[in-house]
């Protein structure tokens, strides 16, 4: 039988899935489809779409809504208030259930306190995303972005210590002053 916790104010639909360690803390909404792993924490007055797959060790902190489309893999970090969005045109009059675009959080990758990412986009492995961003395109894994509309300010170690690159043997190569990780980069594709 599954060991997590749901705050008493929280509503779980019948048929959500919420795995091992899980917090659910209060005013949340997790509706039933839902697919969250093991070891998450969902902060206050977070929702949880129909179909959402969460996966293990996810931070979604308070006031986040994860809407349909939303794939979020191990290790991500939703900051407070972010905002996902489902439909690029919407109007209230016209129903686009049917035009829900889908929206990747790869491995790792930290979304800052109040960023929006509009749907469609995929944000790479160990991606971080500034504070209040608004990210229009993918991004690539371990790039550091910020600004509206976001760009590529820099790189980030999976530790989440800036990178530095210098030229080097196989194209630039950077090692994490923190934890000492090694990288390479070619362009816009950064490697470890």
Known sequence: MPDFFVHESSCVDEGAS?????????????????????????????????????????????????YKGVT????????????????????SHVSRKDEYQS????KGATIGANATVLCGVTLGKYAFIGAGAVITRDIPDHALVYGNPAS????????????????????????????????TKQGDLVTG
């Open 152 to 183: 590529v300010r820099g790189w980030m170690c999976q530790c989440g210590e800036r990178l530095h690159f210098h030229a080097g043997q196989q194209g630039e190569e950077a090692s994490c002053e923190r934890c000492g990780s090694h990288y």
């Open 18 to 66: 919420i795995g091992n360690g899980t917090r659910v803390w209060h005013f949340c909404h997790i509706s039933a489809g839902a697919r969250i792993g093991e070891n998450c924490n969902l902060g206050q007055n977070v929702f949880i779409a129909d179909g959402v797959l969460i996966g293990n060790n996810v931070k979604i902190q308070n006031n986040v809504s994860v």
């Open 103 to 106: 929206t990747l959080v790869r």
């Open 72 to 91: 979020i893999e191990d290790d991500a970090f939703l900051g407070p208030s972010m905002v996902f969005t489902n439909v690029n045109n919407p109007r």
